[in-house]
């Protein structure tokens, strides 16, 4: 493997990974609010998904005019589109907890954010779960557009290759997008059938 390959994964996972984490955490939070602010869950999933149906290049483009040309760029869009399925997903699970779960854990005297933490979040875990390995594999697809605002990553050599109309670069950029996106899908989703099991 090339030099210039290893740096092109290696940035092309960074920013993904960063956009991916920052996404989690602020879809499970969002998610959470939706469910517990009944009158805001409509608008927070409207916005989630307006956001997922805007053009990349379009949005790319106007968050370029905010933050400018580089990674930072790639990273804010990257979080806005893998937002909508893991503020689903979280919304869904923590609505599909058995209502008769929730009312033993409030018998048992727990709290609203007792109940949230020890109850509703570990049994509707493996759909957020679900929600982020999404979010994941879809970012490593929609990375390799950040080289068209200055950003780092596989999209570079995907497009040299184009100006240069050598099928070999392309070919180098784009397959280990679709081998890290294969192995990351086939990882997650073992995760998530043991996930499954667990809260059965």
Same mark, same amino acid.
């Given at each position: 493997? !090339? @030099? ?13 990974? +960063?956009?991916?984490?920052? !996404? ?8 959470? +609010? ?9 608008? +927070? ?7 997922? *149906? ?14 400018? %040309? ?7 869009? =990257?979080? %806005?589109?893998? =937002?909508?399925?893991?503020?689903? $997903? *979280?919304?869904? @699970? %923590? ?6 779960? #929730? ?6 005297? &727990?709290? #609203? &954010?007792?109940? %949230? ?14 929600? +982020?390995?999404?979010?994941?594999? $879809? ?6 557009? @950040? ?7 596989? @999209? ?15 070919? *180098? ?14 990882? &997650? ?9 667990? *809260?059965?």
């Amino acid at each position: 493997m !090339s @030099g210039a390959l290893l740096e092109g994964i290696l940035e092309h996972m960074a920013i993904v990974s +960063i956009a991916v984490l920052i !996404s989690s955490v602020l879809g499970i939070i969002m998610g959470i +609010i939706a469910y517990w602010v009944r009158f805001l869950d409509s608008v +927070i999933l409207w916005v989630s998904e307006v956001l997922q *149906t805007i053009p990349s290049l379009a949005l790319l483009a106007l968050l370029m005019i905010i933050f400018g %040309l580089g990674d930072i760029t790639m990273i804010v869009g =990257l979080v %806005l589109y893998a =937002l909508l399925p893991i503020v689903s $997903n *979280t919304y869904t @699970g %923590l609505k599909n907890v058995s209502p008769h779960l #929730k009312d033993a854990a409030r018998g048992m005297g &727990m709290s #609203k &954010m007792q109940r %949230l933490f020890k109850v509703e979040i570990p049994l509707s875990f493996p759909l957020i779960f679900s929600g +982020i390995k999404i979010a994941l594999v $879809n970012s490593l697809s929609v990375a390799v557009m @950040g080289v068209l605002i200055g950003a780092n990553g596989l @999209g570079t050599i995907i497009y040299r290759g184009i100006q240069s109309r050598n099928m070999e670069n392309i070919l *180098t950029g784009a397959i280990p997008v679709v081998v890290m996106a294969l192995v990351f899908d086939f990882g &997650m989703s073992k995760i998530e059938k043991q996930l499954i099991k667990r *809260t059965k």
